[in-house]
């Protein structure tokens, strides 16, 4: 199945939509919950440990969906709630706001979940969730001393990572971005 | 084609005391709608806890694939919430407008027990002309 236009990696990452909205934190995990990823730009307020907040997380990401699975009002055929439902399997949600955040929310077929958290007068990022899934891709999944379901520990990820969440919204960075530089650091 | 699929109005404690549907596909049992609700009101909660800076009231707004969710939030703790079909605006005005009709045809009923579910002939009417009103203003578009 072919799900996000090819293996190869986009040259030019989406334009960011809004201003201002660089990011709060970040987080990858994978099908079983474990949290591979946790970066974190802006946070203020830490209220729990990084484990319990990291348990929270995916707690709140498995509940939510869920209840839009159970919720969806164009399916007849819902079943019951609370029945564990495959990754694509269901009505799923892509975002939620508050008045202090915005959560964006992705799901690979292979049930990598990927949480980017930022201001709440952010556009829509599930074309920048895809452009990071697509690092994840290269950087990790091509990464042959990487062992799947385990944390990444890779520096050159998390600087592109970085780099582009950072970038997120402001003129010079997504001309930053559109600069292929994947390309000289695969070189190297 | 609904605008507007359901309402739901649920108490401080999580508690769902008005449920009404509009349209969705597929049936919902009580028991269902009480379950959703509870769900709900523990993922706003939760929701608070995740927060990056301080001073979050819980979610306003949930994307779904099929359906936003809007939410308002009482100063009471009483939470009002409708599902809508995505991008459907002018949300926030309505759940304030079924929140003052809350106040006035629930709360100031003499007979409504607090925190219980809402049986009031009068309530309902004016929220079916509410929704009618902003169907039609939809339609309007």
């Known amino acids: 199945m072919q799900f996000f236009g090819g293996t190869e990696i986009s040259p030019s990452p989406p334009v960011p939509t809004a201003s201002g909205n660089n990011g709060n934190m970040m987080y990858i995990f994978n099908r079983n919950g474990v949290c591979l990823l946790y970066r974190e730009w802006n946070r203020p307020l830490k209220t729990l440990s990084s484990q319990q907040d990291h348990?929270?997380?995916?707690?709140?990401?498995?509940?939510?969906?869920?209840?839009?699975?159970?919720?969806?009002?164009?399916?007849?055929?819902?079943?019951?709630?609370?029945?564990?439902?495959?990754?694509?399997?269901?009505?799923?949600?892509?975002?939620f706001r508050t008045n202090t955040y915005k959560l964006s929310f992705m799901e690979s077929p292979s049930g990598i979940k990927l949480i980017l958290v930022t201001h709440p007068r952010t556009g829509d990022l599930r074309?920048?969730?895809?452009?990071?899934?697509?690092?994840?891709v290269e950087y990790v999944v091509k990464n042959?001393?990487?062992?799947?379901?385990?944390?990444?520990?890779?520096?050159?990820?998390?600087?592109?990572?970085?780099?582009?969440?950072?970038?997120?919204?402001?003129?010079?960075?997504v001309m930053l971005c559109k600069k292929p530089s994947y390309v000289c650091v695969l070189a190297d | 084609m609904a605008a507007i699929y359901s309402l739901y109005i649920i108490n401080k404690s999580g508690g769902l005391i008005f449920y009404k549907d509009y349209g969705s596909a597929g049936?919902?049992?009580?028991?269902?709608?009480?379950?959703?609700?509870?769900?709900?009101h523990s993922m706003h909660a939760i929701s608070q806890?995740?927060?990056?800076?301080?001073?979050?009231?819980?979610?306003?707004?949930?994307?779904?694939?099929?359906?936003?969710?809007h939410?308002?939030?009482?100063?009471?703790?009483?939470?009002?919430?409708?599902?809508?079909?995505?991008?459907?605006?002018?949300?926030?005005?309505?759940?304030?407008?079924?929140y003052e009709l809350y106040t006035d045809y629930v709360l100031k009923n003499p007979f409504y027990e607090m925190e219980m579910p809402i049986r009031c002939e009068l309530f309902e009417i004016s929220l079916a002309q509410a929704v009618q009103k902003e169907r039609v203003s939809l339609l309007g578009r």
């Open chain 2, 49 to 69: 806890q995740l927060s990056p800076v301080s001073g979050c009231f819980g979610i306003e707004l949930l994307q779904a694939d099929t359906f936003d969710l």
């Open chain 1, 144 to 173: 042959p001393l990487y062992t799947p379901g385990t944390p990444i520990r890779s520096e050159l990820f998390n600087k592109t990572v970085d780099q582009y969440v950072r970038g997120l919204g402001t003129e010079l960075a």
């Open chain 1, 127 to 136: 074309d920048s969730l895809k452009y990071i899934y697509n690092l994840y």
């Open chain 1, 55 to 95: 348990k929270l997380m995916f707690g709140l990401l498995f509940s939510l969906k869920s209840l839009t699975a159970k919720m969806d009002p164009t399916s007849a055929e819902k079943g019951n709630l609370g029945v564990p439902q495959l990754p694509g399997q269901g009505c799923s949600f892509h975002s």
């Open chain 2, 71 to 98: 939410c308002f939030q009482s100063l009471t703790g009483t939470k009002f919430f409708v599902v809508c079909e995505p991008g459907t605006q002018h949300m926030e005005n309505l759940l304030k407008h079924i």
């Open chain 2, 27 to 40: 049936r919902m049992d009580t028991n269902d709608s009480l379950r959703l609700a509870s769900l709900w």
